[in-house]
T-cell receptor
Framework: GAVVSQHPSWVICKSGTSVKIECRSL??????MFWYRQFPKQSLMLMAT?????????EQGVEKDKFLINHASLTLSTLTVTSAHPEDSSFYIC????????????FGPGTRLTVT | GQNIDQPTEMTATEGAIVQINCTYQ??????LFWYQQHAGEAPTFLSYNVLDGLEEKGRFSSFLSRSKGYSYLLLKELQMKDSASYLC??????????WGAGTKLIIKP
């Protein structure tokens, strides 16, 4: 299956600063990647679908100007949390479809963001 | 609307069997997934069902009934490392994943 990495795995930042999270597909060319957010004891919430070479598709209620997504190549998508606030503290996970008949999604290891 | 229901938490004993149920209502259906997620980690794939019936994979089995909008994950010979959250997710008609809130499984010695 596809191998997906994320960087950083853990980040602490001050309120008002911006944080960039990278999602890399190490062995699979992904035209589409997905960004999820997960708060403690809650399920995954899809934030946006990242499309290589075009604009991301955001889910309802997700501010596109706050969560900037760039998918410049088939192996890299980035999520930038701009002007982060404590309520943005969460576990951010990216994933991609492996392209198989079972539509399995391969997840990155996640990035734990804490905004102080 | 689209909805997936599964119990919030379950407790079982090491060596025993546990069944985690999931019911769903989605706009179209292109399959159902079960994922395992340990605390602080990303989900890992367990199973995918698109046809009715039971799929067995080692200690884990997954069942689907499309007419009832129902699935279950069966875990046998429970081990302490099986303590995790188990997420049920459906692919809707647009091939978008709809996630359940997850079932936290606690294994006791």
């Amino acid at each position: 299956g596809a191998v997906v990495s994320q960087h950083p795995s853990w980040v602490i930042c001050k309120s008002g600063t911006s944080v960039k999270i990278e999602c890399r597909s190490l062995d699979f060319q992904a035209t589409t990647m997905f960004w999820y957010r997960q708060f403690p004891k809650q399920s995954l919430m899809l934030m946006a679908t990242s499309n290589e070479g075009s604009k991301a598709t955001y889910e309802q209620g997700v501010e596109k100007d706050k969560f900037l997504i760039n998918h410049a190549s088939l192996t890299l998508s980035t999520l930038t949390v701009t002007s982060a606030h404590p309520e943005d503290s969460s576990f951010y996970i990216c994933s991609l479809n492996g392209g198989g008949v079972d539509h399995e999604q391969y997840f990155g290891p996640g990035t734990r963001l804490t905004v102080t | 609307g689209q909805n997936i229901d599964q119990p919030t938490e379950m407790t079982a004993t090491e060596g025993a069997i546990v069944q985690i149920n999931c019911t769903y209502q989605t706009s179209g259906f292109n399959g159902l997934f079960w994922y395992q997620q340990h605390a602080g980690e990303a989900p890992t794939f367990l199973s995918y069902n698109v046809l009715d019936g039971l799929e067995e994979k080692g200690r884990f089995s997954s069942f689907l009934s499309r007419s009832k909008g129902y699935s279950y994950l069966l875990l046998k010979e429970l081990q302490m490392k099986d303590s995790a959250s188990y997420l049920c997710a459906c692919l809707d008609s647009n091939y978008q994943l709809i996630w359940g809130a997850g079932t936290k499984l606690i294994i006791k010695p």
